[in-house]
């Protein structure tokens, strides 16, 4: 998976990302954006990867999810999880994020976990 995240890909689920009221995106090893305008601050001189925190229930740790820009596609890996497991779809089709990453993260949760909705 490419280590870039284009700026047009950021700007869009940090739009779509900070809707939601149990998941937050944040940086490599930094804490979520506090704001909309923080996460478009840091995007204008960053293109790293970016990570989505997605709450699991029965579980202390929130699951991450590391984000990349791949061509015109936005590609999702889990990386908090034992096995890794990826998934991808086109940048026109970002609002579908809630299903592929609650899809993907449940895929590997043990019996009685869940990854808390949008």
Not at 19 to 25: E, G, V
Request: one cysteine or more.
């Amino acid at each position: 998976m490419s280590c870039e995240m284009k700026t047009q890909h950021a700007k869009l689920l940090a739009q779509i990302v900070t809707q939601s009221s149990q998941w937050s995106l944040q940086p490599e090893k930094k804490a979520p954006f506090k704001s909309i305008d923080d996460a478009f601050q840091y995007f204008e001189s960053h293109n790293e990867p970016l990570y989505i925190r997605v709450p699991v229930s029965n579980k202390r740790e929130d699951e991450l999810v590391k984000v990349c820009s791949q061509g015109d596609d936005v590609c999702f890996e889990t990386v908090s999880l034992e096995n890794t497991k990826q998934a991808k779809i086109h940048h026109s089709h970002l609002k579908l994020i809630e299903s592929t990453v609650t899809d993907l993260v449940n895929a590997q949760l043990p019996e009685g976990e869940k990854a808390a909705s949008f």
